[in-house]
């Protein structure tokens, strides 16, 4: 299997830009979550699904932050519209049992 | 969920066993011990968990104290490849619908 699976890996936008993070679970798992690390806050969770249901947004800093999971092998995470304070690396992760496993992280900056 | 308490550093030369310490005195019953890391730009690893018996696998040994206060996770044989953050998280429950809450860890430094 080749892991989770997240595009793109960089991402330079301007402020006001809308931007959308992509992430392919590992299949067969029904667990997804969504993490954002930055050097101030660390890795924070921001969502996560189950059977492509979102069952705890509360890390969701704000409604200008939505994601979604249309289906078993794909969600995507939006920001619109997206400041310089969102800049940071998100990691999709994905999981059956216990263990997550995360992929490789976009790298965002929002000049 | 319990808190945990790491040293934000440490060193070990290469191929001696590197012991990463790791407080959680408010760990309730229920409450797992996981170990993640993450080495630079890379995503988080799992690493072990245990409840309370010592667990071993082929990356690391987790040491849980018999009150499970506290644990120690055992790199028996450190590489280069280990220099990474290490992180100590206790969660609720096994199973994927608990969350993993991390912190600022400890950063192993495994020098030649």
């Known amino acids: 299997d080749a892991g989770v699976i997240q595009s793109p890996r960089h991402e330079v936008t301007e402020m006001g830009q809308e931007v959308t993070l992509r992430c392919k679970p590992i299949?067969?798992?029904?667990?997804l979550f969504w993490y954002r690390q930055t050097m101030m806050r660390g890795l924070e969770l921001l969502i996560y699904f189950n059977n492509n249901v979102p069952i705890d947004d509360s890390g969701m800093p704000e409604d200008r932050f939505s994601a979604k999971m249309p289906n078993a092998s794909f969600s995507t995470l939006k920001i619109q519209p997206s400041e310089p304070r969102d800049s940071a690396v998100y990691f999709c992760?994905?999981?059956?049992?216990?263990?997550?496993?995360f992929g490789p992280g976009t790298r965002l900056t929002v000049l | 969920d319990a808190k945990t308490t790491q040293p934000p550093s440490m060193d070990c030369a290469e191929g001696r066993a590197a012991n990463l310490p790791c407080n959680h005195s408010?760990?309730?019953?229920?409450?797992?011990v996981y170990w993640y890391r993450q080495i630079h730009s890379q995503g988080p690893q799992y690493i072990i968990h245990g409840l309370k018996n010592n667990e071993t696998n082929e990356m690391a040994s987790l040491i849980i104290t018999e009150d499970r206060k506290s644990s120690t996770l055992i790199l028996p044989h450190a590489t280069l490849r280990d220099t990474a953050v290490y992180y100590c998280?206790?969660?609720?429950?096994?199973?994927?619908?608990?969350?993993?809450?991390f912190g600022k860890g400890i950063t192993l430094s495994v020098r030649p």
């Open positions: 299949s067969g798992h029904d667990y």
């Open positions: 408010t760990i309730s019953g229920n409450e797992y």
């Open positions: 992760a994905s999981s059956l049992f216990d263990e997550q496993f």
């Open positions: 998280i206790v969660r609720p429950q096994t199973g994927a619908n608990s969350k993993l809450t």
